[in-house]
């Protein structure tokens, strides 16, 4: 978690850091492709997208009261 705090909020790479991808060409877009494109594609929206909406509804349906 340092390390992804310290390259993103910091925008720097961490001293002594070392890419854990070996490979000649590191990371290519082929590569990243072939592990994100499943996780994708099997994101069920729907599923998710009704989820969000019987949120939303309790949270409008629910009073608020006055006392604090």
């Known amino acids: 978690m340092k390390d992804i705090e310290s390259i993103l909020v910091d925008e720097r790479i961490p001293d002594g850091w070392e890419s854990r991808i070996l490979k000649p060409y590191g990371l290519t877009i082929t ?38």
């Open 31 to 68: 590569s990243f492709n072939t592990v994100v494109l499943p996780v994708e594609f099997g994101i069920d929206e729907k599923k998710y997208q009704a989820k969000l909406a019987a949120e939303t509804r309790d949270v409008e349906a629910t009073p608020v009261t006055g006392s604090d």
